[in-house]
RNA sequence: GCCCCCAUCGUCCAGCGGCCUAGGACGCCGCCCUUUCAAGGCGGCAACACGGGUUCGAAUCCCGUUGGGGGUGCCA
């Protein structure tokens, strides 16, 4: 069995072709067939070579390998003329202004079974006589698809529904071909925004290029893909792609679009995140926090922010304020839990007090700050808020009192001293 | 307009004639836990588009309606 991805090189992948590449990719390791990659360049005026690159290195992130190619059908243009001018021989084509355009009869229908919609079938005299071969002289994407499919070897087209239309006028090239291998085609449902419409430019960000860079990692962006139009009775979502591979069937993929959800996708990959070795989670996160230095951290502290990171862009907001000169102040926390705060100039003399020549330790820092909430009647999760605010800058934040013990007394001091002066 | 496809909670998925007073997940809301925020635990809200059939029995099968989408290029 044989399969194949055939995406234009005329922009990005994006979300939908890298759902269909994957569902591809699913297919073939499932069943040990083969899977052909093959770059569709015939609009000259449309193709952009250096996305040619961008595709394989997006397919490459997401871990979908391919068994054979990339073919570029630029270059077999001499067998698609080969085609055209034999078809054109048999008269069942004939030229018209210039462009070579198939012959369709009006008799009949014209249908297949679809793997994964069932039987479909378009009456012929629907479908006009249509143009295989530009009148300079190159061939069109309906008949390159076919000609490669066909003489690489394809059992199985499996690619999007928006494909479906173009169903009856391939079939009836492959007739006239003469061609009488079986071959399956699946037809997936379409991946759609909000307000349902096929996913493109409209809805953001569709290069899976820019996920990545949005702190998205790949397992857990084809885990999440492979659930929109496909799931397990065992109602799992999050799984390892070989478990995936082994269970995934065409026969089960649905019939209706499902929409692409953020969301639901931000969920996963917290997921994933939080299931990584800490050296992992370092080696990915750590360019993403840039300039700070996760590395500097300590295991515990670092276990704890890796826990609580969904994106790896939420990773400096956790941290700066660990290296940066002054706190970065976010006014709304400064407001509540500062400004605001009628506790709050007690807190900070009281801990300013008590941290000025204790043990540098977060068991002890935690303990210290305590007692100085309980001497004012406040439980540490009141005490610690203008603390915190007024050495991290933010009223949320990774345990605060980890930080201190990283932060040291000096600065510590110096920014609550800061703070109490502002007051 | 014409052709084609689709139709279960807001969203994704399960259900493939009786197990369904429809299940899980995301999101949302409450409570617990708690050093803030997350995480975790517990609970809640929320759907078979509608109308006809078929059947002892329909979310599941058939037909129609409505709604949504895709395609209608000498793009892919």
Not at 62 to 79: K, N, T
Not at 82 to 101: F, I
Not at 300 to 329: K, N, S, V
Not at 374 to 401: C, D, H, I, M, W
Request: charged share 25%.
């Amino acid at each position: 069995m044989r399969c194949r991805f055939a995406p234009s090189p005329t922009g990005y992948l994006h979300v939908g072709s890298a759902r269909t590449a994957l569902f591809n990719w699913l297919f073939a390791r499932h069943h040990g067939a083969t899977f052909v990659l093959r770059i569709e360049d015939t609009d000259a005026s449309r193709n952009q070579p250096e996305l040619v690159t961008n595709i394989l290195d997006s397919l490459r992130w997401l871990g979908l390998d391919w068994d054979e190619g990339p073919y570029y059908q630029s270059e077999r243009a001499a067998r698609h003329n080969e085609v055209v001018e034999g078809l054109l021989a048999d008269s069942l084509a004939y030229v018209d202004e210039g462009a070579v355009r198939l012959r369709v009869d009006d008799e009949g229908t014209i249908g297949w079974d679809d793997v994964i919609r069932g039987r479909v079938s378009f009456e012929r005299a629907n479908v006009e006589d249509f143009v295989i071969r530009r009148s300079d002289g190159s061939p069109l994407f309906l008949l390159t698809n076919v000609v490669d499919d066909w003489d690489m070897g394809i059992t199985h087209v499996i690619r999007g529904e928006d494909m479906i239309n173009n169903m009856p006028k391939q079939l009836l090239l492959l007739e006239a071909l003469g061609v009488d291998r079986e071959v399956h085609y699946a037809h997936l449902p379409l991946l759609v925004d909000e307000q349902r419409r096929k996913l493109s430019k409209r809805f953001g960000d569709v290069a899976i290029e820019s996920y990545r860079d949005r702190g998205f990692v790949a397992p857990a962006m084809t885990n999440y893909l492979a659930t929109l139009g496909w799931g397990t009775a065992d109602g799992v979502e999050i799984r390892p792609l070989a478990e995936i591979v082994e269970r995934f069937e065409l026969s089960g993929v649905n019939k209706s679009s499902a929409f692409f959800d953020v969301k639901k996708l931000t969920h996963f990959n917290h997921e994933y995140i939080r299931a990584m070795a800490p050296e992992e989670f370092s080696a990915l996160a750590g360019p993403f926090a840039e300039p700070f230095d996760l590395a500097a951290l300590p295991a515990g502290y670092l276990a704890d922010i890796q826990g609580r990171t969904q994106t790896f862009p939420e990773l400096a907001p956790m941290i700066d304020w660990l290296y940066l000169d002054e706190p970065p102040i976010d006014t709304d926390s400064w407001a509540k839990g500062v400004a605001g705060n009628p506790a709050a100039v007690a807190i900070l003399d009281g801990t300013l007090h008590a941290y000025a020549d204790c043990a540098w330790g977060k068991d002890e820092l935690h303990h210290r700050l305590a007692a100085v909430g309980e001497a004012n009647g406040l439980k540490l999760g009141k005490a610690q808020a203008p603390v915190r605010v007024a050495v991290t800058g933010r009223s949320v934040g990774p345990p605060l009192f980890d930080g201190l013990e990283v932060l040291g007394r000096e600065r510590t001091l110096a920014r609550l001293r800061a703070a109490r002066a502002r007051l």
